[in-house]
């Protein structure tokens, strides 16, 4: 988003918030049923585990698939206190699982009749704080503030020293709760790009996504994609083009994978953006590259005849066409209101990118798997022959723009990395040729 990694072999849960919690309808509180499913996967009795589920989850994650998952898990240990919070109509109980010498976040998410609709497992984040910038830097950061009154995000203007003005850029996040830094496993993406492109001379705004700084603002369960993204990113252009030392004639969108499909969107919308940069963007509407990615982590994981992987897929495939089709925006689709999803397939990356006239430079990794090089090959093939777009592939990096090796998988975000250096080098030379 970044795109969300697939997630093993369960189905991820989206969260777009903390909301008010309503009355419960089931016999067991939502905590009763989360450590009750717990209980069940650590005894290993995952058929008993699998009769928690809805009819949904059953065919996505049958018990077989909740074996292999949870036996791949270090043994088990102390549980932390369990949080309860409401997504839409779902109440989900999160909590830490301390398993071995490492630590997980668990979300079981709980429907008014009491069966568990939504199950979420990955390695606790472990990342340390960035940095403070060297002594000796040639920019400087300070805090700063975007949005509306009222309703304002956190964010960080890193400034180079001088009189400028100086260009700038504002970025745009993947998908999911995430920080001004980007956070993904020990890495900061947007540090890393914000502090290489600031040293060459170039203003850089940061900011936390809405969805992780104030979920409490979709307390309603009413989210599209421009409330989640579009409209933030507007106003933090804004904001950049009324900041002393900038340049308002020379203000960049760098959108990264989901920030990346929306960037012309975001341009488009706050005028007076002199280019648009994308990394990791798709250039076809993201939810056709969610089946594609399903085949992906199946083939990886050795499963890709498996008949209940093959039946999982097919049930993401139904999800996608019920999107498309007869679903009522108030359905829960993969997680979230079908009204969501409509929203952000309303999104067509190559025609909105065509529709902006506008520079544009596209950066891709050859090892990227979420967005994978069929992607590639369809812009180069799009935007052949026009003088607008430049586009630059890198041989060894992934989605997030680090370098790798071996197959590309989700267990390489775990690695501690950096944002390649030569990316950051060419998003700067270009920016200072425009």
């Known amino acids: 988003m970044s795109m969300k990694p697939v997630r093993d072999s369960i189905t991820a849960l989206a969260f777009a918030g903390t909301l008010a919690l309503p009355a419960f309808a089931g016999t067991d509180t939502?905590?009763?049923v989360a450590a009750l499913l717990l209980d069940r996967l650590d005894a290993g009795q995952y058929d008993q585990a699998e009769t928690l589920f809805d009819a949904n989850m059953q065919l996505h994650v049958p018990a077989d698939k909740l074996k292999s998952v949870w036996q791949s898990l270090p043994p088990a240990g102390e549980r932390g206190t369990p949080r309860?919070?409401?997504?839409?109509?779902?109440q989900v109980v999160q909590q830490t699982l301390h398993r071995g010498t490492t630590s997980w976040t668990v979300a079981v998410a709980v429907d008014a009749q009491g069966k568990v609709s939504g199950f979420f497992v990955q390695p606790l984040a472990q990342a340390a704080p960035p940095p403070a910038i060297p002594a000796d830097a040639n920019?400087?950061?300070?805090d700063i503030t975007v949005g509306a009154p009222g309703h304002p995000l956190g964010g960080t203007l890193a400034m180079p020293k001088g009189n400028g003005p100086f260009p700038a850029v504002v970025l745009v996040h993947g998908s999911g709760p995430q920080d001004r830094e980007e956070t993904i496993g020990p890495n900061h993406v947007f540090t890393d790009i914000a502090r290489g492109l600031a040293a060459q001379g170039i203003a850089i705004l940061r900011y936390d996504k809405r969805t992780q700084a104030r979920p409490g603002d979709f307390a309603s369960g009413d989210i599209t994609i421009d409330g989640e993204t579009t409209d933030d990113a507007v106003a933090a252009i804004k904001t950049l083009s009324t900041t002393p030392g900038i340049d308002p004639k020379r203000i960049f969108v760098f959108g990264h994978s989901l920030g990346a499909m929306l960037a012309p969107r975001?341009?488009?919308?706050?005028g007076h953006v002199a280019g648009v940069i994308q990394l990791s963007g798709p250039a076809r509407k993201l939810i056709d590259i969610i089946p594609y990615q399903q085949r992906y982590m199946a083939k990886l994981e050795g499963k890709q005849d498996d008949p209940q992987t093959q039946a999982a897929i097919a049930g993401v495939e139904r999800d996608i066409?019920?999107?498309?089709?007869n679903a009522k925006p108030d359905d829960q689709v993969m997680g979230l209101r079908a009204s969501y999803w409509r929203s952000v397939d309303a999104i067509d990356p190559l025609a909105d990118s065509k529709a902006v006239k506008l520079p544009m430079l596209l950066l891709h990794g050859d090892r990227d798997f979420q967005v994978p090089m069929e992607d590639w090959h369809t812009w180069q093939r799009a935007i052949a022959g026009d003088a607008r777009f430049t586009l630059k592939?890198?041989?060894?990096l992934n989605h997030m723009g680090i370098a790798g090796t071996g197959t590309p998988s989700t267990a390489e975000y775990a690695n501690p990395g950096h944002v390649d250096a030569q990316l950051i080098n060419d998003v700067a030379d270009w920016i200072k040729a425009h």
């Not at 066409?321 to 089709?325: K, Q, S, W």
Request: aromatic share 10%; glycine share 4%.
């Open 30 to 32: 939502p905590k009763t």
């Open 84 to 90: 309860q919070f409401q997504q839409n109509d779902k």
């Open 139 to 142: 920019y400087s950061e300070r």
């Open 266 to 270: 975001i341009a488009q919308r706050a």
């Open 321 to 325: 066409a019920a999107i498309r089709g």
């Open 393 to 396: 592939l890198y041989p060894t």
